[in-house]
Nanobody
């Protein structure tokens, strides 16, 4: 049974970075062109980036210059390094083959805050 397990999402400030990972099992990894996708609630799932078995990458326009896809065949893993993140990058990110051949898993949530965080304020319990 093919399984694709995504991880690495989280909450970041605008301009921040995240590195997503997707571990594949149950398939001959080197046979497949692999891709990252993303989907927001009530929107179509869209392609983010793909990488061939020969490690040739392609990117959606919004990802070009900010995201880098890579793969490690020894670990059956693909990665998505995301830099200069924007609030509009907030989505659930999924991996699959370029042909979307296998069942979708739960993905990994990426949330980019709308505004940079302030420095916060210390609250002390004097009791």
């Amino acid at each position: 049974q093919v399984q694709l397990v995504e991880s690495g999402g989280g909450l970041v400030q605008p301009g921040g970075s995240l590195r997503l990972s997707c571990v594949a099992s149950g398939l001959t990894f080197t046979d497949y062109k692999m891709s990252w996708y993303r989907q927001a609630p009530e929107k179509e799932r869209e392609l983010v980036a793909s990488i061939s078995s020969g490690r040739y990458p392609t990117y959606a326009d919004f990802a070009e210059g900010r995201f880098t896809i890579s793969r490690d065949s020894a670990k059956n893993t693909i990665y998505l390094q995301m830099n200069s993140l924007k609030p509009e990058d907030t989505d659930v990110y999924y991996c699959n083959t370029a042909g979307r051949e296998f069942p979708w898993r739960q993905g990994t949530q990426v949330t980019v805050a709308a505004f940079p965080w302030g420095q916060g304020t210390q609250v002390t319990d004097s009791a």
